[in-house]
């Protein structure tokens, strides 16, 4: 039906945020906060560091609390370890991870796993007792934080980087020395449900905000991207413009690269003595900064990949809202694409556009993960799924794709997924899936659904406003599905509970059909019918002999509530509305049958319908 795909007139119009008419209104919402200090000596040579970490945490909870749990991720990297054995007992393993029909962290010798261990841990002077349970530091507390308090801990500790298997680790399959991700002592997070001491084995974020201030130490010749903003350039020998070459020539001694990173959850840094570092200012937003490999071949990519980067930070901070910090790092790094606060790891050895897709993926991270921090392992569509929808729009824009549908491809992964019936709820922990696949399909493209079909329900318009406004109210803490459907609820003057309910807590499908078209006298009776589950509003199109064409609208009951009409040049009916319960719905046009060509149940194909073929009612030739 590509004839009639042409009327579905999708227009998302960025309207500019106008602030202060929905405020937060959860008053009860509080987080705990982080001050990280720490100083790290580097030994490139053997791929092992020790760290001491002075952290000072603040207890904003209602309660006392009398122990406390750091994240240890490095231990994965072990035989053995909880990511070892799902890598070997889950169906579809992740092929850089699985080779050859063996985990690949199953065959590391010592001295090329990866550890991080505490020495010792004070609190507050006074020696504490600990243990370490796989990739949790379990921490008994000599004295309670009260509501309201503070304590401060110190540690040392050691680490080991790993053979570069999943995110982290060195010699990465381009030649990155070092990819540093997940590899201090993380605290972990305390929230309204408690500690979530997610053992790493897949996914990762859920932090405690904070301010880091790091000294890396390491040896001269490399040089460093990171999440914060550099301290010493001058100390550094270069002005942090021009890569390592005329450093190399004083190998041996080590330099300390200091960095500040404010108000973020996490910490990255990567490091490599072939880098190239390139900066791009841009008018009234942050630096860019592009850390590369020296190599020919990558020259030109990389070049024209930083006004490309330009363009989509300027989509975003026009769709979203502005990017909080004055840096952002594009650096080459990691096994794909992996965001961090302030910047992104990706490999770089890729086609142009493959570059600039996996870039704009990770850059719209900043703002679906690392700035609306939702926790990643409970709800990885509101980040994963987010960002894909956002990014779909901004690659149809800055690379001129045109496409009708920009998240088509969301919508055909999703189809797939229910037809081969290996879907989850979304609402399942994403270390939980019984497929790598059931999990990347539900956070990554059902999660983009979510939006771009909540833009079919409650109209284009409210749906970026939705957007604007949930980063406006919700940026640096850690929203929720709630938040994410009350703020599209205010913005829409809608209810939208059941949407929630069932697009991301069950696995109900969507199925309306055409029954029948038949003539009544001069009229005609059209008759609609409910197969599926999961209850939708309905936008109809007729389309008659002489190609004129007219909408009809079935607000559903239960919405209390109507979007304006989505195609502006056609004249719109607004039904009755359908109650849910009814499994039909019926009415009349004032035409006779014979004067009709076509009757569409949603043309935009934004409602994700799990049969399209029924939607479709066409007047026999
Ligand atoms: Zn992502």
């Known amino acids: 039906m590509k004839i009639l795909l042409k009327y579905t007139l999708i227009s998302f119009c960025f309207l500019n945020f106008l602030p202060g008419i929905y405020g937060q209104s959860n008053h009860s919402y509080w987080q705990q906060h982080v001050d990280y200090q720490m100083e790290v000596d580097f030994d490139v040579e053997n791929f092992q560091y020790t760290g ?48 050859d029909g063996q985990s690949r962290i199953a065959n590391l010798k010592p001295e090329e796993i990866g550890y991080l261990n505490a020495t010792s841990l004070e609190q507050d002077g006074v020696k504490l007792e600990y243990s370490l349970e796989g990739t949790v530091l379990v921490v008994k507390l000599a004295k309670a934080i009260p509501a309201g308090g503070k304590a401060t801990f110190d540690m040392n500790f050691e680490g080991q980087v790993p053979i570069q298997i999943r995110r982290s680790g060195r010699d990465n399959a381009e030649g990155i020395a070092l990819s540093m ?23 990762e974020f859920h932090g405690v905000w904070g301010d880091f201030d790091v000294k890396l130490t390491l040896d001269k010749t490399y040089v460093v991207g990171a999440s914060g903003y550099l301290q010493n350039p001058q100390e550094v020998g270069h002005g942090y413009e021009e890569a390592g070459s005329k450093l190399k020539k004083v190998r041996g001694n080590k330099l300390t690269w200091h960095f500040k990173a404010p108000q973020v959850h996490d910490f990255m840094w990567a490091a490599d003595p072939e880098y190239i570092h390139d900066t791009l200012e841009i008018s009234d937003g942050p630096t860019l900064h592009f850390l590369y490999k020296n190599k020919p071949e990558l020259l030109e990519n990389w070049k024209n990949l930083q006004s490309k980067t330009a363009d989509a930070m300027s989509f975003f901070n026009q769709n979203i809202g502005l990017y909080p910090y004055k840096q952002y790092s594009v650096i080459q790094g ?26 704009v993926h990770e850059l719209a991270h900043s703002w679906f993960q690392h700035v609306l921090a939702t926790n990643e392992l409970k709800h990885s569509w509101m980040d994963e799924g987010f960002t894909t929808f956002i990014s779909s729009l901004c690659m ?23 037809s081969v019936g290996k879907e989850q709820p979304q609402s399942t922990h994403a270390d939980r899936y019984a497929f790598n696949s059931a999990y990347s399909t539900a956070a990554y493209s059902k999660g983009s659904i979510f939006l771009s079909q909540l833009g079919y329900v409650v109209g284009q318009e409210k749906l970026m406003e939705s957007l604007r406004q949930y980063y406006a109210d919700f940026q640096f803490k850690h929203p929720t599905p709630n938040d994410i459907i009350r703020t599209v609820e205010k913005v ?32 005609t009776r059209i008759t609609l019918e409910r197969i599926g589950l999961m209850p939708m509003p309905l936008d109809i199109l007729v389309v008659y002999n002489d190609d004129s064409r007219e909408t009809f609208y079935t607000p559903l ?37 014979g004067s009709i060509k076509a009757v569409v149940i949603d043309p935009s194909q934004l409602m994700a319908d799990i049969n399209f073929a029924n939607n479709i009612w066409q007047k026999a030739q």
Not at 337 to 356: K, N, P, Q
Not at 407 to 415: D, G, T
Not at 494 to 511: P, R
């Open 181 to 203: 991700v997940q590899w201090y002592p993380k605290l972990a997070e305390y929230d309204f449900e408690g500690w979530h001491v997610d053992p790493y084995i897949g996914r």
């Open 52 to 99: 001491t970490q002075k952290l000072t945490y603040t207890n904003n909870s209602p309660e006392e609390i009398s122990k406390v749990y750091y994240h240890m991720y490095f231990n994965a990297f072990q035989p053995g370890s909880e990511m070892d054995i799902r890598l070997q007992n889950i169906p579809d393993p992740d092929p850089r991870m699985f080779v």
């Open 492 to 523: 829409s003057d809608m209810e939208l509970d059941w949407y929630l309910i069932d697009w991301t807590q069950t696995t109900n499908t969507i199925d309306y059909g055409i029954k029948s078209v038949v003539a009544e006298g001069d009229k």
């Open 557 to 593: 009951r239960m919405m209390h509530g109507e979007k304006e009409n989505p195609y502006n040049s056609l004249q719109r009916t607004v039904l009755d509305d359908w109650p849910w319960a009814y499994p039909s719905f019926e009415y009349v046009i004032d035409k006779p049958l």
């Open 396 to 418: 149809n824009e800055i690379m001129e794709q045109n496409k009708e549908n920009p998240f088509e491809n969301s919508y055909a992964s999703y189809y797939g997924l229910v």
């Open 334 to 359: 990691g096994d794909g694409g992996m965001e961090y606060a302030m910047g992104t790891l990706i490999t770089g050895e890729r086609t142009f556009g493959s570059l600039v897709g996996v870039m």
